[in-house]
């Protein structure tokens, strides 16, 4: 057929390249539990998913609420007296009740410290759409955003596929537990220039995904400096910010900059209600920035991801009801701690320890002594023989960029207690099993990885960007590909 | 690089930020260089005589800039969107902006600075100064009446009345009593539920009369049309491809298709002599000059029924269309979202429907629908793609993340949507109450002599007020829409926001009024303009 034949050429780039970023293992992972998820009862050999960051923990919390309140959907005889005011509004400002109430919340999550102004609040579809957003604002295709590593395995599609803005990875290393430090950011930087590579700015996510970290304080001020120094943005993706369950406390880049001679032309923030609250499907995005100009262009830009003014509505109403919100976050604080603490206690128990964290839906996992060397490759092994085998969806390292070998992001908010024992139990078991097959071969591990840990070091810039070609490209991940069996596929087949 | 002067830049969006000191530094500077230049002769001599009061400008900016008196922490001025009458609009010279633009100010990206500022439009400005003080019968009289959002209130009685009989819990669904908050705040479908395409479907169906069906795999749901043709145009072309439209067009065009694509759209002039319909030697001319200079065309942009003019593609039309596509290679899209809101008597004929009965080459077409019209629900941000291209839908799917629609807002919409008995009643009673009000409406006008081009759909009429502008020209349209606004308080859209070629255009969306108001908006304007001409006697 012609049309097919000259179809490429008749598709832009975007419909055709490959930066939807969708041929990561963090994605390949999602199509393996979707073919087969996991069920106690249907399905209990199936995977279980725990690659996706959703926060169901509370919906007891939300139901009770919406039934308490009818009126707020809109769409009910008690709430009908809204309904067509509400349903006509399409102004992209968003409904003034909406901006009071979401940037109060954002204030209360900050624990008060900050008071977020609603006339700077922008809608926006998701933080998907949030990122995208700001992307679109401050950069032009071919610039860059240096973005510590390891780092959400989304951003790859978000911040590049349709702005072709580039990301500049800015390592982080497990021996000061993945801080982002000056030296790291200057060195990051200064190899762009040198490649001539123009960085615009800076984004990070704090609590970090997918370490589950709070950034401190001190970390912050170097971060606004450094941007204020080189004259570049800094975009700070705090939609993890309430899921904070013990000391250290959340700080946002809005009360850091504060007390701080800073340009705050410079800082803009994202926030959304799909993690801290656990409404995804709710797509609420918002992009707050301390830049005129970039929330008048962000806001003419919420047209192609405005939320729905009945979720508008009903979120107003939901989070301008005080007593609920503080009991909401103290329960849900509660709820992911209890949870966080199983798990990773669960792991202790078999020898797999997690970089300490207290916040974000996951935990990042150190499996590094279970890979056969320490590179890439092995990882993707151990993922391979993890998602096939042992049956969890977890998401390795690589997909977030992790210039180490061996961690894994796992998450716990996502499934019921029961389910909780079940993973716990597959994962004691692949371990256990491991070790005894791997005891003799333990000691020569050891020494390759140290001996590779100190070639880390001197891990040049053009490594760093391999990503783009290698680790996103499907032969490397594809199913189909003839990657040789570890000992430990060996030894459970 | 901060010394650069990026000339071709607009500066408008820095107007606003520019503080006194700096411009009046601009202008010394600027003296500087001047005399400089006859100082330091020779080949260096520009170069010097630029550089070294550049030098001393970006110095005194430092200066500045340290010893600024910090910003208030709390409550910053909100920024404005748009400017708030066009004429009041500050046009500041570019030169006196050169050096406050380019220097110590942090840059954002060159797209959004052509975003960012003030809407020239008189299309936005009108809709702004209408929403700041809006009109209301009772308790604000003397408001500015909304005749430019185009926006459908005739039934909302009838949606209110199904609500109100059927939904108790509805968004947290209704089985058994049982709440169940699981299926609409945890991650959906991007593209929509199928439930909701399924409906969707069985709608689109039902509003074309039936004569077409269309298929749920190939849709995929965004939140609104705006995102629907822009994730289109994302899909169809790169940056610096263009699209062809018919003109007069949708002046948010501009916006969805321009803004972040960096697609171009090139006007295909259709004139009041046939009415504005479209025609092929049109659409073959605009084709060939725009490959003459390089471009290239991705594919042809079509609203039907037309908005603003409100007229029907026919058949025929449709046919040649994609005879011209063929030949052309290029796509289709056509954005059929006011397909429901038919008045005539004309046939309304959907692209899918040709399509359904001919050997078409259905791969490059594309369609645009949304509730925003036919059902009145713009807030509800529901907008569907349609496209017989496998690729398209695969990409198009993976880019709705950044656009999808609410879940608890579809959950609501698949039961509304459901309901034939509510649909059938709601399509007629609006079919009904739009062919009143377009007849009202269009008489009224015709008592002012005023002539309205003939149409079918829509939800308002495009009026012929050339006889009304003092000059023939843009500049005179603008005038009397600016007199309509700030003297008749009416806010119209004029034509050339609609790149319309002819000027004296105005488009009036009369859905938003009651007919009482009808007499308010006529004597209106009949008062804006008694004083400059005597037209009005003379019919």
New interface residues.
């Given amino acids: 057929?012609?049309?097919?034949r000259?179809?490429r050429q008749?598709?832009?780039?975007?419909?055709?390249n490959d930066r939807?970023g969708?041929n990561s293992p963090y994605f390949d992972g999602w199509k393996a539990y979707d073919s087969n998820p996991f069920h106690p009862i249907h399905n209990p050999d199936g995977v279980i998913q725990m690659g996706?960051a959703?926060n169901?923990l509370c919906?007891d919390l939300?139901?009770k609420w919406?039934?308490e309140n009818?009126d707020a959907?809109i769409?009910?005889?008690e709430g009908?007296d809204k309904?067509?005011d509400?349903?006509?509004?399409?102004?992209y400002?968003g409904l003034r009740e909406f901006r009071e109430a979401v940037a109060k919340f954002m204030g209360r999550v900050g624990g008060n410290r900050v008071?977020f102004?609603p006339?700077?609040i922008v809608m926006s579809?998701?933080a998907?759409?949030a990122n995208?957003t700001a992307m679109?604002?401050?950069?032009?295709?071919g610039?860059a955003f240096l973005v510590p590593s390891p780092y959400y395995a989304g951003f790859a599609r978000?911040l590049r596929?349709?702005t072709?803005v580039e990301i500049v990875p800015v390592h982080c290393k497990s021996s000061n537990n993945f801080r982002i430090t000056r030296a790291a950011l200057e060195e990051a930087y200064e190899k762009a220039q040198r490649s001539n590579i123009n960085i615009?700015g800076v984004i990070i996510t704090n609590p970090s995904n997918p370490l589950g970290t709070v950034l401190d304080k001190e970390t912050l001020r170097s971060l606004v400096s450094f941007v204020t120094d080189k004259?570049i943005?800094l975009v700070s993706d705090e939609i993890y910010a309430a899921t904070v369950f013990s000391s250290p406390r959340f700080i946002s880049v809005a009360e850091v900059m504060?007390d701080m001679d800073c340009?705050?032309?410079?800082i803009h923030i994202v926030y959304s209600l799909s993690k801290d609250m656990?409404?995804?499907?709710?797509?609420?995005g918002i992009v707050y920035s301390?830049?005129?100009?970039?929330?008048?262009?962000a806001?003419?830009?919420s047209?192609?991801?405005?939320?729905?003014?009945?979720?508008q509505f009903?979120l107003a109403s939901m989070l301008s009801d005080d007593e609920f919100v503080g009991n909401f976050l103290r329960e849900s604080s509660k709820r992911l701690a209890k949870r966080h603490h199983v798990f990773t206690k669960g792991l202790e128990e078999v020898g797999i320890s997690t970089i300490k964290s207290n916040a974000g839906l996951f935990f990042w996992m150190d499996m590094r002594p279970l890979l056969k060397e320490q590179t890439t490759k092995a990882e993707t092994e151990l993922w391979r023989v993890i998602i096939n085998k042992v049956k969890l969806n977890v998401s390795p390292g690589s997909s977030f960029l992790c210039s180490e070998p061996g961690w894994f992001r796992v998450c716990f908010a996502n499934m019921d207690d029961k389910t909780v024992e079940v993973a716990l139990d597959r994962i004691r078991e692949f371990v256990l099993q491991g070790k005894e097959e791997n005891n003799h071969e333990a000691d020569k591990s050891q020494a390759r990885a140290q001996r590779w840990r100190k070639q880390n070091l001197r891990l040049s810039f053009s490594s760093s960007r391999l990503y783009d070609e290698s680790l996103m490209s499907p032969h490397m991940i594809s199913p189909h590909s003839p990657i040789p069996h570890s000992p430990l596929v060996r030894a459970r087949t | 690089t901060h010394l650069s002067f990026p000339l071709g830049h607009d500066p408008a969006p820095l107007v606003v930020q520019t503080r006194k000191p700096v411009r009046a530094a601009a202008a010394a500077a600027m003296r500087l260089i001047v005399p400089l230049q006859s100082v330091v002769q020779g080949r260096g001599g520009l170069i010097f005589g630029s550089l070294i009061p550049c030098a001393l400008f970006y110095f005194l900016q430092l200066y500045l800039k340290r010893h600024r008196s910090p910003k208030p922490q709390s409550n910053p001025p909100s920024p404005t969107t748009s400017s708030p009458k066009l004429a009041e609009m500050t046009r500041t010279s570019s030169r006196s902006n050169l050096f406050s633009r380019s220097i110590g100010q942090v840059r954002i990206s060159s797209r959004a600075i052509s975003i960012a500022k003030p809407n020239e439009s008189p299309y936005y400005i009108g809709l702004d100064k209408a929403s700041e003080d809006p009109y209301d019968r009772l308790s604000n009289p003397d408001g500015v009446i909304q005749l430019g959002l185009s926006e459908n209130r005739l039934c909302f009685d009838l949606i209110e009345k199904w609500m109100s009989e059927n939904l108790g819990h509805s968004i947290t669904g209704r089985d058994n009593g049982e709440l169940n908050i699981n299926g609409i705040a945890t991650y959906q479908p991007f593209d929509g539920t199928m439930e909701l395409k399924l409906a969707m479907a069985g709608f689109m169906s039902h509003i074309m009369g039936g004569a077409v069906t269309f298929e749920p795999s190939q849709m995929v749901l965004t939140a609104g049309a705006t995102p629907a043709i822009e994730t289109l145009c994302f899909c169809l072309a790169d940056q610096g491809n263009a699209f062809l439209v018919p003109t007069p067009y949708y002046p948010g065009f501009d916006r969805d298709v321009k803004f972040r694509t960096g697609v171009e759209l090139i006007p295909v002039h259709c004139r009041s002599t046939d009415n504005f319909a479209l025609s092929i030697t049109a659409l073959d001319q605009a084709f060939n000059q725009t490959r003459k200079h390089g471009t290239k065309i991705r594919g042809i942009l079509l609203s039907n029924p037309a908005n603003p003019v409100g007229n029907l593609l026919s058949r025929e039309m449709l046919y040649a269309i994609l005879d011209f596509a063929r030949e052309k290679n290029i796509h289709v899209i056509s954005d059929e979202i006011f397909a429901g809101s038919m008045y005539g008597n004309e046939e309304f004929v959907s692209m899918a429907e040709v399509l359904d009965s001919e050997g078409f080459d259905k791969n490059r077409v594309h369609i645009v629908y949304g509730l925003s019209k036919d059902l009145s629900l713009p807030g509800f941000r529901v907008g569907v793609i349609y496209s017989f291209n496998e690729n398209v839908l695969a990409a198009a799917r993976k880019l709705t993340r950044f656009s999808s629609v609410s879940a608890p807002t579809q959950r609501l919409l698949v039961s509304m949507l459901s309901d034939a008995r509510f649909i059938e009643e709601y399509i007629k009673t609006n079919k009904r109450r739009l062919q009143n009000m377009h007849a009202l409406f269009v008489a009224g006008l015709k008592g002012l002599n005023i002539r309205c081009a003939d149409s079918s759909a829509g939800l308002y009429c495009w009026a012929d007020m050339s006889k009304l502008i003092s000059s023939y020209s843009e500049k005179g349209e603008l005038e009397l829409w600016d007199k309509l606004l700030n003297v008749g308080k009416i806010n119209v859209t004029p034509g050339s926001a609609c790149h319309c070629i002819e000027p004296g255009w105005f488009r009036c969306c009369f859905t938003t009024l009651a007919e009482e108001d009808i007499p308010v908006v006529l004597e209106r304007i009949r008062k804006a303009v008694e004083n400059t001409t005597d037209l009005l006697n003379s019919s």
């Fill in positions: 057929m012609e049309f097919t000259k179809n008749l598709l832009s780039r975007i419909a055709t939807h969708e996706l959703e169901p919906f939300i139901e919406i039934r009818p959907s769409c009910t005889a009908l309904f067509k509400i349903a006509i509004y399409q102004d400002h008071t102004d006339n700077r579809g998701g998907t759409g995208e679109f604002c401050l950069a032009d295709p610039d978000d596929w349709r072709g615009k004259k943005h504060q340009n705050r032309d410079l656990g409404f995804p499907g709710f797509r609420v301390f830049n005129d100009d970039v929330t008048n262009c806001r003419k830009m047209s192609f991801g405005l939320v729905s003014s009945q979720t009903l």
